[in-house]
């Protein structure tokens, strides 16, 4: 994988209970059941975006996977969906950004990991596989020595499944950006 460019063949990943795989248009009825879920949009990690990631409709939740294509085909971030294997549906999204797009951690090579999933995945077991995962793969895929993850605190869950993979509350060069919490590998 290492001589693999991610930006030309977007690699795909398997945990226990989900795979992973880039974000497709026809993800976008899967996708708007969590992006138009209310109790899900309290989760998500809008900072420093040009959306607050909230779609009523199939038609607006298509029109944002294709600017997340859009996205990675300018080499920006990876939008990679995450398919439940047992129902084989789409659940919610895992992005992942390096420097130079993260510019907002004390290190040059930091990177900025988003996590949004319906509230039934919002549990620590599913949490904390796919941040294993990402402290598995992400960090070298990425290049990166820092990634960051957002868990407001109402996020009990998921700041439980972050303690558990070893992620420590991190405050961020801006004052604007809260509730961080980083992965720092020395």
């Known amino acids: 994988m290492k001589n693999t460019d991610i930006y030309v ?6 945990t226990e209970h989900f ?14 059941k969590c992006y138009g879920n209310p109790i899900a949009q309290k989760y998500f990690n809008s900072d420093n975006c040009d959306s607050d990631f909230h779609y009523s409709t199939v038609e607006e939740m298509r029109a944002c996977i294709l600017g997340w294509l859009s996205e990675y085909k300018q080499r920006h971030y990876i939008r990679f969906a995450i ?3 047992l129902s084989d549906t789409v659940v919610g999204t ?5 420097t130079p797009n993260w510019k907002f951690t004390n290190y040059i090579d930091g990177g ?10 919002e549990k620590i077991e599913f ?37 558990a993979v070893k992620f ?4 961020l060069n801006s004052s604007e950006f809260k509730y961080f919490y980083a992965r720092v590998v020395e």
């Open 9 to 14: 063949t977007c690699p795909e990943f398997d």
């Open 19 to 32: 795979h992973l795989r880039l974000v497709q248009e026809n993800d976008a009825e899967d996708l708007q």
């Open 83 to 85: 398919v439940d294997k």
């Open 94 to 98: 895992f992005e992942m950004f390096g």
């Open 112 to 121: 900025c990991l988003r996590l949004d999933i319906l509230p039934e995945y």
């Open 127 to 163: 949490i904390q596989e796919l941040l294993s995962l990402a402290d598995q793969k992400f960090l070298e895929l990425f290049h990166v020595k820092v990634m960051v993850v957002k868990a407001i605190p109402e996020a009990i869950e998921r700041r439980a499944a972050l303690d």
């Open 168 to 171: 420590m509350p991190y405050e």
